[in-house]
């Protein structure tokens, strides 16, 4: 079974750039056809999918956010990272890293399709 742990910085200033870790344990992170994504829940507002990164290796991105994301992964930890550059404080939310296999085009950039997920971690977004 797919366990997920976030980890990173709780609170990160303006223009700096938020840097999470998600830890994967249970499987590889290269298992064939499953794909590891970033979500966030700001408060009192819906999910957001932010990107995913493929067991290939192969990148996706939110078009609102592609431009300041990046998602990677380290295989010989079983870890994928998310980093957000020039952050402000409507970056404050709970952050979720989750897992995985669907099929479909596109289908890894619903929330809903997620099967395993992360406890999630606050970061806030204050000077």
């Known amino acids: 079974q797919v366990q997920l742990q976030e980890s990173g910085p709780g609170l990160v200033k303006p223009s700096q750039t938020l840097a999470l870790t998600c830890t994967v344990s249970?499987?590889?992170?290269?298992?064939?056809?499953?794909?590891w994504g970033w979500i966030r829940q700001p408060p009192g507002k819906a999910q957001e999918w932010m990107g995913a990164i493929a067991y290939s290796g192969s990148t996706y991105y939110s078009p609102s956010l592609k431009s300041r994301t990046s998602i990677s992964m380290d295989t010989s930890k079983n870890q994928f990272t998310l980093q957000l550059s020039s952050v402000t404080p409507e970056d404050t939310a709970v952050y979720y890293c989750?897992?995985?296999?669907?099929?479909?085009?596109?289908?890894?950039?619903?929330?809903?399709?997620?099967?395993?997920w992360g406890q999630g971690t606050q970061v806030t977004v204050s000077s």
């Open positions: 989750a897992s995985t296999d669907c099929s479909g085009y596109g289908c890894y950039d619903h929330p809903n399709e997620y099967d395993y």
């Open positions: 249970g499987g590889p992170i290269t298992t064939n056809f499953y794909y």
